[in-house]
């Protein structure tokens, strides 16, 4: 038999597609969400701490805080720690993100109260030895140097700042003077505000804690958290709608090219169309922008379109590398298919294609607590408007058709809403222009 990979093959739908279920607790101020798994004896423990930060404050507080976490406690340096997480068979993440920062124990059932302990140990204990600052340091700012010579790194650099301007967090850049004027005094108290006086989130997925020999909820309850609710202050946003945004460097044979725009935060009105939407325009490798500018011109390896989620804002983007000699019939490329999501409703096949894709891919993010888990995570929402924005989600797979994708493009989809940042060589960038 012959497999013909023209030929799309049939989908088979299901009526209802079944979701993980979660339940919420409280319990001495912390609230608890439970996707649990009586068939699975791993455990998973995260802990969403909501940033206590402002615009001004160093912007590597939050990065360089989450990374002593795991440099050691007060009675185990950077090795011990990691001997001690192997015996337990535990893994232990930290993590800083826009809004949040993020601490997740990955342990066995069976040695859930000894790794709880040690997470413990390393949440209000920490080594914070000058040291191991001073090695972050020259690692980290290393790297940073490094980036700064990157010409996709400076476009999507040079995106962010543009998208919300300088007076808001989100628009804060990294500088070399950040790392040098850094202090482990600083990190401390950053760390103090944001973990131990801090009421997080907690997370937990996996096997059922209910035969375990202690309840995980009170043990970690009785910990000394503070009650605070983290209060970010965001400042001023100051988007710039459809500027182009240059930056040169000395030398290279392709141009990265990002694209964005602001959207309301989520959930909004018409998100779940836009979602489909985005996806036929870029999202899913049968995109459109992926089968006319790599399949059909040859200009790019590949062109990703997509939707993110934070607090104070949402962001529609795009993301691609042409050759120099390619840039401007790319970015003329990139415009006629914003023009086309407006005027070419999308064929049975696409949707078709499209669907299968999309279900797939939802189907795979909750396969299994853990990952049902991490879907929450992403997009933040509280257990009852997670599960909902789930449902409608996977529900307007099915149910958004060609007319709906086309009037949701012509709200949403408007090249000129879209900054574009473009880095290369300067006579290459200086060339290009966005089409009227």
């Not at 023009?339 to 299968?356: D, F, K, N, T, Y």
Request: some cysteine; glycine content about 6%.
């Amino acid at each position: 038999m012959t497999l013909n990979r023209t030929i799309a093959p049939a989908l088979h739908w299901e009526k209802k597609v079944a979701l993980p279920t979660c339940e919420s607790k409280q319990e001495n101020g912390l609230s608890f969400t439970l996707f649990v798994d009586p068939n699975t004896s791993v455990l998973e423990f995260r802990f969403v701490f909501p940033r206590i930060d402002a615009v001004g404050n160093n912007p590597l507080l939050g990065y360089a805080a989450m990374e002593m976490l795991l440099r050691g406690t007060k009675s185990k340096n950077a090795e011990q720690l990691f001997q001690a997480l192997e015996i337990l068979g535990a893994r232990i993440r930290s993590a800083a993100a826009r809004d949040y920062n993020e601490v997740t124990l990955r342990t066995s059932l069976r040695n859930m109260e000894a790794s709880l302990l040690l997470l413990r140990e390393v949440l209000f204990t920490p080594r914070m030895a000058l040291e191991d600052f001073n090695q972050w340091i020259e690692e980290s700012k290393a790297e940073f140097v490094v980036n700064m010579e990157d010409p996709a790194y400076l476009a999507g650099r040079a995106l962010r700042r543009t998208l919300y301007g300088e007076k808001h967090f989100y628009g804060e850049l990294l500088q070399t003077e950040h790392y040098e004027r850094l202090t482990l005094a600083e990190i401390e108290q950053y760390w103090r505000k944001n973990i131990v006086e801090n009421c997080p989130s907690v997370i937990i997925a996996g096997g059922a804690v209910a035969t375990a020999s202690i309840d995980p909820i009170r043990l970690i309850a009785s910990w000394e958290f503070g009650k605070q609710k983290g209060a970010l202050q965001y400042g001023e946003l100051r988007a710039t709608e459809g500027a182009m945004v240059r930056t040169a460097v000395p030398s290279g044979t392709q141009v990265p090219m990002y694209m964005g725009c602001l959207l309301p935060r989520h959930p909004f009105v018409g998100e779940y169309d836009l979602r489909i939407a985005v996806a036929l325009f870029g999202g899913v490798f049968s995109s459109r922008l992926m089968q006319n500018l790599r399949e059909d011109k040859g200009y790019t390896y590949g062109i990703r379109a997509g939707l993110s989620f934070y607090y104070d804002t949402s962001v529609l983007s795009l993301r691609t590398n042409v050759g120099n000699e390619y840039a401007q019939r790319a970015i003329e490329e990139i415009h006629n298919e914003f023009m086309r999501m407006v005027s070419v409703p999308a064929s049975e096949q696409e949707l078709e294609i499209l669907r299968g894709q999309l279900l797939g891919e939802s189907m795979q993010a909750l396969d299994g607590v853990l990952d049902a888990a991490v879907s929450m995570f992403i997009y933040g929402f509280p257990v009852e408007e997670w599960y909902e924005n789930t449902r409608k989600k996977i529900e307007a797979i099915s149910r958004v058709g060609a007319a709906e994708i086309v009037a949701i493009a012509k709200e949403w989809l408007k090249p000129n809403n879209f900054v574009l940042s473009v880095s290369g060589r300067e006579e290459v960038i200086n060339s290009l222009e966005r089409p009227q």
